[in-house]
């Protein structure tokens, strides 16, 4: 069974840091481009970050880019969302997803991707 995980999520002060994990299961990721997106409360699913199967290409929301880093562990089948400085607007429920291509164009489009997860909570608040 295809499954993916996300975890790591919580409460973070303004400027602190969090990382959220993305477990895969049933396929190898190494087959896959990963792509995390977030969702906050009345707005839109809106792409993060995103790495390419490929060439590990990498491709970064403007609103992130210098705070948050994307990484692969191919021995645990997981990929990582380090999310540095983080801002009260950061807030939103984090999902994980597949996709045959990661580009600065797809990330902007939730519909590039499948998402198999419940996703994990990021509250950034004092």
């Known amino acids: 069974q295809v499954q993916l995980v996300e975890s790591g999520g919580g409460l973070v002060q303004p400027g602190g840091s969090l990382r959220l994990s993305c477990a895969a299961s049933?396929?190898?990721?190494?087959?896959?481009?990963i792509a995390w997106f977030r969702q906050a409360p009345g707005k839109e699913r809106e792409g993060v970050s995103c790495?390419?199967?490929?060439?590990?290409?990498?491709e970064h929301a403007d609103s992130v880019k210098g705070r948050f880093t994307i990484s692969t562990d191919n021995i645990k089948n997981t990929v990582y969302l380090q999310m540095n400085r983080l801002k009260a607007e950061d807030t939103a429920l984090y999902y994980c997803?597949?996709?045959?291509?990661?580009?600065?164009?797809?990330?902007?489009?939730?519909?590039?991707?499948?998402?198999r997860g419940q996703g994990t909570q990021v509250t950034v608040s004092s």
């Open positions: 997803g597949t996709g045959p291509v990661c580009s600065a164009a797809r990330l902007r489009g939730p519909r590039f991707w499948t998402f």
């Open positions: 790495i390419n199967r490929s060439d590990s290409n990498i």
């Open positions: 049933g396929f190898s990721l190494n087959s896959e481009s």
